[in-house]
Every structure is written in C-alpha cells, then in structure tokens.
C-alpha cells in the first residue's frame, strides 16, 4: 500500500470506490481544516466529503448524508510500517 490516500474513497460495501483493506487501515479526514468523524465518502479532486446526516436512515435503512464542499485532506491515522 502506498503511503497517500486515495483520490476518492467509500464507506458503502455497494460503491466501486470501497476499499477494506485501506479503511481497516484507518483513513481520517480533515474537512475545511477541522477533524470529520462521521464521513461517508470523499473525493479529494472534486473538493467534496459526504456526511451522515444525524441518525437518520433512508427507506432501505442507509444513512442519510448531506454533501459538502470544501478542501479536503484524508490521511491514515496508522502509519504504513506499523500496519499489518
């Protein structure tokens, strides 16, 4: 695994950007220079995360999000030499 985040990655399983590998890594993400805990997809490129939006779910009981825009920096919150 390299050693930078990708450009764009999910939490959904159904998304083609979902990578376990790297999210049991541990990937943090600052949103607009503050700490984000409860992002569900970023893109990097496009300056854009998704958030859930409080505890409320959809009708297939998916979390609801709200997308933001912004600069976004992701980073592994587990460096590569100590990871598996």
């Known amino acids: 695994m390299s050693d930078a985040p990708p450009d764009r990655l999910s939490t959904d399983p159904r998304s083609p950007f979902h990578d376990a590998a790297l999210l049991e890594r541990g990937v943090g ?13 970023y893109c990097v490129s496009e300056g854009w995360v998704r958030l859930a939006a409080g505890n409320a779910r959809d009708r297939f009981g998916n979390p609801m999000t709200v997308k933001l825009k912004g600069a976004v920096e992701p980073y592994f919150r587990v460096p590569a030499d100590t990871a598996e």
Do not use: L
């Open 29 to 41: 993400v600052r949103f607009k220079g503050v700490e984000k805990t409860n992002v569900e997809e």
